[in-house]
């Protein structure tokens, strides 16, 4: 994995001085590096890289499903490290009838989905708290810009399967549900935030909490 490589500038203007800085996975600079297992930087040597590296196998059937009726599997630097410094990676998500993908966003990349299969209700939140949202066919593609909180639902009667593309080798995730009640956040300020008593926080906490 690299470093996100960042270029502050300072912009001149009149009498002000704006610092202005533009982030994203770096070029890579070399035709590939597939990364060592002693470390992440350092790359295998090239004359010893197989084809195989840069096969993924792992995402020809659905993975496991949760209790909201989602399985997703993230094709991310972490499982396939044939994409370490190529700037992209993706996921296969699958959905039993009514399956919900939970509200959620990636910190680090702009996403397009693709249906496979299904109808799927489909949507994004933009910082204004406004929301674009329609139920999107097989064949059909949506964009979540980078950040910006989106979810899913199955609405079609048998099983759902898109295929999402992000701009990042580690997109990164943040479910809303488990990050605002999964974690340790302090019960008083969950309650005040979502003007909930104290039992109903604790129902959600057990439920979101990781076990
Ligand atoms: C890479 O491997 C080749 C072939 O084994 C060898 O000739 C070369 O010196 C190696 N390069 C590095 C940087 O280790």
Avoid: W
């Amino acid at each position: 994995m690299s470093l996100n490589s960042a270029i502050p500038f300072l912009v001149l203007f009149h009498s002000c001085i704006i610092m202005v800085t533009l982030a994203s996975d770096p070029d890579p600079v070399f035709d590939f590096c597939i990364p060592t297992t002693i470390s992440k930087t350092t790359c295998k040597n090239s004359s010893l890289a197989t084809v195989e590296d840069f096969v993924f196998p792992g995402i020809k059937h659905p993975g496991k499903f949760t209790e909201t009726g989602f399985a997703s599997i993230p094709v991310n630097v972490k499982v396939f490290p044939g994409l370490n410094t190529l700037g992209m990676s993706l996921a296969r998500a699958d959905f039993e009838v009514g399956g919900v993908n939970v509200p959620h966003f990636h910190p680090r990349a702009t996403e397009v989905a693709y249906v496979l299969e299904g109808k799927i209700y489909s949507g994004f939140v933009d910082t204004k708290n406004k929301i674009f949202a329609k139920v999107i066919e097989r064949g059909e593609v949506m964009v979540f810009p980078k950040g910006l909180v989106h979810f899913q639902m199955n609405v079609g009667d048998s099983r759902a399967t898109i295929l999402g593309s992000f701009d990042s080798e580690n997109p990164g995730l943040v479910k809303i549900p488990s990050a605002v009640f999964g974690s340790e956040i302090k019960e008083e300020l969950l309650e005040k935030a979502f003007g909930l008593s104290s039992e109903e926080i604790a129902k959600l906490r057990k439920k979101l909490t990781p076990h």
